[in-house]
């Protein structure tokens, strides 16, 4: 191959290097961008009887959203609500009021606290309802808490119910906030919708 046509090859293939590099190069200002988070939604659906999922002769009965699933416990009453969508669950347990009510609600706040070492703040919401005689507080922590929505229950004479949501993922607030409002929105639908068997 002659000399000349060897120089005009390697020019042209300089050229075309570097309107490819120009092609490839970022505009803008350069800088990265932060990472970004799935978008999260809760599915709309129909709500259901926690007696649809438990059966008959349960302790307490409430209405659910309607993707929830049952995970029974061998303690009557306890349980897990699964959510699938959020790979989150509602874990709930039951104590019958035996004397006792005092030490259920102060195991109860004990259990929620126990989140203030990762938690920013945990605020503390009161529902109390004496025609289906619901007396509850929702504990909702504020930060990458493991449990974000937590709950207690009691008619304050024989029932004492008691609830924790987690979600099986990296805590992180912003990118949970959706499933965490879900699961409020959840805790407030059992108080409104509770009866004692």
Same mark, same amino acid.
């Given at each position: ?8 090859? $390697?020019?042209?293939? /300089? ?35 926690? &007696?649809?999922?438990?059966?008959? *002769?349960?302790?307490?009965?409430? !209405?659910?959203?309607? $993707? +929830? ?20 669950? !509602? ?5 019958? /009021? ?10 109860? *706040?004990?259990?929620?606290?126990? *989140?203030? /070492? ?16 619901? =007396? &509850? ?7 990458? &808490?493991?449990?974000?929505?937590? %709950? ?13 949501? =987690? ?5 992180? &607030? ?8 879900? %699961?409020? +929105? #959840?805790? /407030?639908? %059992? %108080?409104?919708?509770?009866?004692? #068997?």
């Amino acid at each position: 191959m002659p000399r000349k046509a060897v120089w005009i090859i $390697s020019v042209a293939l /300089v050229l075309a290097m570097g309107t490819f590099a120009l092609w490839l190069w970022p505009t803008g200002d350069g800088t990265p961008k932060p990472s970004g988070y799935l978008r999260i939604e809760a599915p709309i659906t129909e709500v259901q009887s926690l &007696a649809d999922l438990t059966g008959p *002769h349960f302790p307490y009965q409430m !209405m659910v959203d309607g $993707s +929830a699933q049952w995970e029974a416990r061998p303690e009557l009453g306890w349980g897990d609500l699964v959510y699938p969508w959020c790979r989150g669950r !509602m874990q709930l347990t039951y104590k019958p /009021v035996e004397g006792n009510l005092a030490d259920l609600i102060d195991d109860a *706040h004990k259990l929620a606290f126990k *989140h203030s /070492v990762v938690a920013d703040g945990i605020a503390q919401k009161l529902y109390i309802n004496p025609d289906s005689k619901v =007396y &509850a507080v929702m504990f909702q922590m504020q930060g990458n &808490a493991a449990s974000a929505v937590q %709950f207690f229950a009691t008619d304050s004479l024989s029932h004492f119910i008691r609830g924790a949501a =987690y979600v099986y993922a990296q805590p992180n &607030a912003d990118s949970l906030a959706p499933v965490n409002a879900f %699961f409020e +929105a #959840e805790v /407030v639908r %059992f %108080f409104e919708s509770l009866e004692w #068997e």
